[in-house]
């Protein structure tokens, strides 16, 4: 009866999970009654919500504009006031980009092309799809970039499993032979030698020959698919408007630290994009050591020495390739547009020279951001015509088309983060309108007593770890309120804590639901958990290392982290001894 009574609440547990936390709570706001106790209320509800996904993420992130009102920490208006920022505007623009570059074809051309030029080598073959899947994800979501190229991948793993099928049959029919040879003597108690020959003990040598070919071919199969998963979120951190949490991280800046002009485009890619190289060579070196082999000596056999393997791939590339005929005009566009909105990102403001926006709005230069860029070209492909005009309408008889539709862009535009985003401004807003940021980062200030670097590994660590079992947008979104209190209580410049625990955000590598890159992947059917937990610490430790290292090195002159800034206030030391 108990038993039965457990499996039928299990089935309920998000229901459970959804009633009993704010009932668990309740004596936050109902004993203490203050404003931080009541926002800490808030921030634990949709902490536990947005962990375990018992509501859905955009639907957790709309409490606060239920909450903060009946609490009294901000009216309505206030609340309502902090949901669409600068970020919003520029995730606009950046997926009208990844709308025109999906519907048009040309990340398929950059990825085969890329694989082309790195050659079918399995060790190359792997690098070549993982920087090409990160290259995308520089400037599309993770999760486009992986549903871009995974379907290449699958089909040179689906040639090499085919080539693997007449092998296969060959072993089963051997371990049938040798198993009804060997039948009589095991029923009998007769010596097996007398019936085990030579010709038996070849068959047994090929058996062991085509398992292990198998095995190598499938560890390479589930290689690949990991190498994908990964690198679209070591490319994503490149740049601001590659994954998430750098954009919230941005904005998070724009909103509290106004007066900080050194967190732009230009200055992000300086410090991210050898972040990635370095994490992406280093996965790439541990993917190869576990799925390919040790023997990397292989990666430098002369070009003409090809196996069948090789031989099958690069047939199957070669016809990908070929299906795409010459570049089109619209994919000429979108290459163009995609090279002309990078260049207008780096050169707004880019620190070592004038930026463009100075040059031409010199009386309001500081009104321009990376979002006014993102808009002007993203309304731009709502715009231009997606095919030249012709001079006899009539006989063509094609009506005008633009680069993308509203239809189109509304598929690959991720309302879900929007409104996800837009929660955790709100939270954040809440948490210093209240003085809940000021408490907790008086709470941790102990901290302070160790170096700072030694501060810095242990929350990318915990972020890192929370943000295995959380949404990356979540997970920053519950720290950023709380990392950067701490930051100014300990008198440590808040870039040196924010940055590098935004980087960590988007390390979630272990299992199939830490991200949906990783869900996309996992869903081909190549992989178990455990291949992913055993590759993913790997990647992990690599890519926090690779973090902490830039920031402690290049880092510190690029954004002054050894300098506490003007523009970063130490907030008032203030007694919560009564709460």
């Given amino acids: 009866m108990m038993k039965r009574f457990l499996k039928g609440a299990w089935n309920y547990q998000k229901l459970l999970i959804i009633i ?227 954009l919230i991280f941005a904005e998070y800046i724009n909103q509290f630290y106004p007066e900080c002009t050194s967190v732009n485009f230009g200055n992000w890619i300086i410090l991210c994009l050898p972040i990635s190289v370095i994490a992406l060579l280093l996965t790439w070196i541990w993917l190869h050591w576990m799925f390919i082999g040790s023997d990397f000596r292989a990666l430098f056999r002369p070009s003409g020495e090809r196996s069948g393997r090789e031989t099958a791939t690069a047939r199957v590339i070669e016809e990908e390739y070929s299906m795409l005929g010459p570049m089109s005009p619209q994919e000429i566009v979108t290459g163009a547009m995609f090279i002309l909105m990078a260049s207008l990102w780096v050169f707004r403001d880019p620190g070592f020279i004038t930026g463009w926006s100075s040059l031409f709005f010199p009386q309001h230069s500081g009104h321009v951001s990376d979002a006014t860029v993102a808009i002007l070209l993203g309304v731009m492909f709502f715009v231009m015509p997606a095919h030249k005009p012709s001079t006899d309408l009539q006989k063509d008889g094609r009506s005008y088309e633009a680069m993308i539709s509203w239809k189109e862009f509304q598929a690959c535009m991720p309302w879900e983060v929007a409104l996800l985003v837009g929660g955790g401004f709100a939270l954040a807003e809440g948490t210093k309108v209240s003085g809940l940021s000021s408490y907790v980062a008086n709470l941790l200030s102990p901290l302070g007593s160790l170096p700072v670097i030694a501060t810095v590994t242990i929350a990318c660590v915990i972020v890192t770890s929370v943000t295995e079992v959380a949404s990356n947008a979540a997970t920053i979104t519950i720290f950023l309120p709380i990392l950067g209190p701490l930051a100014e209580s300990l008198h440590v410049n808040p870039l040196y804590m924010l940055i590098p625990t935004t980087l960590c955000t988007s390390f979630a590598y272990l299992l199939p639901s830490s991200n949906p890159s990783n869900a996309i992947v996992f869903s081909y059917g190549h992989l178990t958990t455990m291949d992913m937990v055993k590759a993913g610490i790997g990647v992990n430790v690599i890519c926090v290392l690779a973090v902490l290292f830039a920031v402690t090195t290049w880092g510190i002159p690029l954004f002054d982290l050894d300098t506490y800034p003007d523009w970063a206030r130490t907030p008032p030391q203030t007694n919560f001894s009564t709460w």
């Fill in 20 to 246: 009993l936390t704010p009932l668990l709570l309740l004596p936050l706001p109902l004993v203490i009654q203050k404003k931080e106790s009541e926002c800490a209320f808030t921030l634990c509800v949709m902490a536990v919500y947005w962990l375990t996904e018992a509501l859905p993420l955009a639907a957790t992130a709309l409490l606060p504009a239920l909450l903060f009102p009946l609490f009294g920490i901000m009216t309505s208006s206030q609340v309502a006031g902090v949901y669409f920022k600068d970020f919003h505007l520029l995730l606009i623009g950046v997926i009208c980009l990844a709308t025109s570059i999906e519907k048009w074809g040309l990340h398929r051309r950059i990825a085969l092309r890329l694989v082309t030029v790195v050659g079918v080598n399995p060790g190359w073959l792997m690098l070549g799809f993982m920087s090409s899947c990160a290259i995308l994800s520089m400037w599309v979501q993770n999760t486009s970039a992986v549903a871009m190229v995974m379907p290449i991948v699958e089909a040179v793993i689906q040639q090499i499993l085919n080539r693997l099928a007449g092998p296969q049959r060959t072993q089963r029919s051997n371990l049938h032979l040798i198993s009804t040879e060997s039948e009589g003597p095991c029923e009998t108690n007769e010596e097996p030698i007398k019936y085990f020959g030579i010709p038996h003990l070849f068959s047994i040598l090929k058996c062991i020959t085509d398992l292990n070919v198998i095995r190598r071919e499938h560890m390479m199969c589930k290689g690949l698919c990991l190498s994908i998963a990964y690198s679209s979120s070591i490319g994503g951190i490149s740049t601001l408007p590659g994954t998430s949490p750098n």
